[in-house]
């Protein structure tokens, strides 16, 4: 038996498996289509055939680490187990309220579907005050009522959710007991459980959603699990969170909601790897797929987490999950001149099927993926679709519409396209206070090296670093993820009268907890950290800033300079008349794994001693340019090359821009330097 570790990531049209042997750093490589057809084995089936196509025997594999996206794709596309809701009397339509905002700014259109409807959300005699003292004691009988009421009306999952149950989660606790007792299934979830903070609406969301989530979670994890074993796999399936971590197959289904984001997360732990190894600690990260663009920022080789996200529209989960932005331009956006003659690009997608008009499978409109064959930069002999036929349906739709030949026409969709993704970069740094010129573009994704280095250029981006596996490198930060734990206190006190012995017990108890569930999952460390830090606010403003701890132990006089600190390298401001207010408290435990020697995601036999081209085509930069283009696998580990070329693999294809220059590192990583100025 050796001890090979598996990173299984399913996404909306692959499964993507890689296998890697610790002790060799031998590499095993699986892409299958994923299975959506619950008849056929749903995403497990995906999963399965990768592991069959890698010819590995399940006995051989010591850890398989499962990145799925099961709850996001329940979530956003509503199909959740039927679930109940029991709120304190008069909180209701919290859910549904929200915070008052609009799905468009302009305008009163828009939809929004609550997680569960309103004839499912039931109320109950009984109310805390944000202190946590009684203030209407909890109505039992009127509880049971209620339970079974939902229980006949066919729900599977219960959320119970009284105001200000952070505070004091009594009732939350007491009436979880009686329900315990009435409910046909074990799927209760108290909100105070998952999100002990202040904001009901949030504590509310995050709660339904993990509720109506539970069921299905567990029953495709519990499926695949079993089939493992059945075919020969001896040990715990691990399951990737949404904060970059993982936790067994038996514990996930109890907080499902953490597996929201489970995809993109997986992606940032594999840059935070990568660039460690190769010696760029601070990375943008640049995730372009069929449908949207996935970017994060990393500082100092560590993920950036956050219990702030709002997966879409009113939906907030605020548990803490890898902090990534999303903007609807991917491969399969589609391109259209609007009733203004503005020409547009996305948010709409052809989708896998019938996807493109490159792929051959009857897609009529023009998409990112069809401008970028139209102009060279894919292989033609790949895809259903040639450039003349291309040409032709660029004329008509978007070239005749604004006076631009196909080449112009298509050239126009990648700039807008570009520009949309920029502004999603500059969220993620510029906004935050962070100067993209201090940090490398790591491109991955199918398409994110084909558009890298024009954004890099765009936003005055130095470098642009491309792993060994763009396509796969979500399956990779499944293997090399760290184990992590995180949690969320909420005190809301202002910080001149706050019991700072208080501040210091509930820091020890979270880290206490965090370390006990990081050992408990049995999985070999070298070594266990934590981080903390505090979530504050001057008295009177709305929003949070996130405040780094140096310790568990914080004086009043630290905290304050910290904030202070925090509040002016973000806003260039400084309020010293200002009461501060301590909302939250916050505690990561990180159990850090053996490091991965990924060195042969390239088979190093495959290389050749210098870099010869394939071939050459021409490519559209500005004009038709003969442009060499290069088989990736056969590239030299001492790499020089000029721009423009072309380099292509099994899972991409990278884009060199003139000008740019590429080499490539032990890893066998390419690392772009574009030229400014």
């Not at 005749?400 to 298509?410: I, N």
């Not at 290389?607 to 590239?635: C, E, I, M």
Request: net charge negative; with cysteine.
């Amino acid at each position: 038996m050796t001890n090979l570790i598996a990173g299984a990531d399913v996404g909306g049209t692959f499964t993507d498996l890689v296998i890697l042997n610790p002790a060799t750093g031998e590499v095993r490589l699986a892409k299958t289509p994923t299975t959506l057809d619950q008849k056929a084995g749903g995403q497990a089936a995906g999963v399965l055939a990768a592991l069959d196509q890698s010819q590995t025997p399940l006995d051989q594999i010591a850890l398989i680490v499962h990145g799925t996206t099961t709850t996001t794709n329940a979530v956003l596309e509503r199909k959740l187990a039927k679930t109940g809701l029991i709120t304190t009397r008069g909180f209701r339509d919290v859910l549904e309220l929200g915070r008052r905002t609009r799905p468009n700014p302009y305008g009163m259109t828009g939809q929004f579907t609550p997680v569960i409807p309103r004839d499912l959300r039931l109320e109950v005699a009984e109310r805390m005050d944000a202190k946590g003292r009684i203030l209407t004691p909890l109505d039992e009988e009127e509880l049971r009522q209620n339970v079974t009421k939902l229980a006949e009306m066919g729900c599977e999952s219960l959320v119970i959710h009284f105001l200000h149950a952070y505070a004091n989660p009594a009732h939350e606790r007491r009436a979880a007991e009686i329900a315990a007792d009435l409910w046909p299934s074990r799927y209760i979830t108290c909100g105070h459980a998952l999100l002990s903070e202040s904001r009901e609406f949030e504590r509310g969301v995050t709660a339904a959603v993990n509720a109506a989530v539970q069921p299905l979670l567990e029953r495709y994890i519990q499926s695949l699990a079993t089939t493992l074993h059945a075919k020969g796999y001896k040990h715990d399936l691990l399951v990737m969170n949404g904060n970059g971590g993982m936790v067994p197959a038996a514990q996930v289904s109890a907080e499902a909601v953490k597996t929201v984001m489970s995809g993109p997360a997986s992606g940032v732990m594999a840059a935070v790897a990568t660039g460690r190894r190769a010696g760029m600690p601070n990375l943008i990260t640049y995730d372009m797929g069929g449908t949207s663009t996935d970017v994060a920022l990393i500082k100092n080789a560590r993920a950036p987490v956050s219990n702030e996200i709002e997966v879409e529209y009113a939906m907030p989960i605020h548990v803490p999950m890898v902090d990534v932005r999303t903007v609807g331009a991917g491969g399969g956006s589609i391109a259209q001149v609007d009733a203004g003659g503005m020409l547009r690009v996305g948010p709409q997608s052809a989708g896998s099927f019938p996807g493109p008009i490159c792929y051959g499978n009857g897609g009529t409109e023009p998409t990112i993926s069809d401008a970028n064959l139209l102009l060279g930069r894919l292989p033609a002999s790949r895809f259903g679709a040639h450039q003349d036929q291309l040409s032709a349906i660029f004329e008509t739709k978007i070239g005749a519409r604004l006076g631009l030949s196909p080449e112009a026409a298509a050239e126009a969709v990648i700039r807008i396209a570009n520009t949309h993704m920029a502004g999603a970069i500059r969220m993620v740094s510029l906004s935050l206070g962070a100067d993209p010129r201090d940090y490398a573009l790591f491109a991955f994704g199918g398409a994110g090296p084909l558009h890298a280095t024009a954004l890099a250029a765009e936003l005055g981006i130095p470098r642009v670093l491309v792993p060994a596996r763009p396509g796969m490198t979500n399956a990779l930060g499944c293997v090399v993820a760290d184990l992590r734990h995180d949690s969320v206190r909420t005190l809301n006190q202002p910080l001149d009268t706050a019991d700072i012995a208080q501040i210091h017990a509930i820091l020890a108890e979270q880290i206490d907890t965090g370390t006990a569930r990081i050992k408990a999952a049995g999985i070999a460390l070298t070594d266990i950290q934590t981080e903390l830090s505090a979530d504050m606010q001057f008295i009177g403003q709305t929003h949070l800033l996130r405040v780094p701890l140096a310790s568990a132990t914080p004086t009043r006089a630290d905290l304050q300079q910290r904030f202070e600190a925090a509040y002016h390298a973000r806003f260039r401001v400084n309020l010293p008349t200002i009461r501060a207010n301590l909302v939250n408290l916050n505690v990561s435990v990180i159990g850090q794994r053996p490091e991965m020697d990924l060195s042969r995601l390239i088979d190093p036999a495959g290389r050749h001693s210098t870099a010869t081209p394939q071939s050459s085509r021409k490519v559209w930069f500005n004009g038709w340019v003969d442009t060499p283009v290069y088989w990736r696998d056969h590239l030299p580990l001492d790499l020089q090359l000029n721009g423009p070329a072309i380099i292509e693999q099994m899972d991409t294809t990278t884009l060199v821009h003139p000008g740019c220059t590429v080499t490539s590192d032990p890893d066998g990583n390419l690392i772009i330097t574009v030229p400014h100025g």
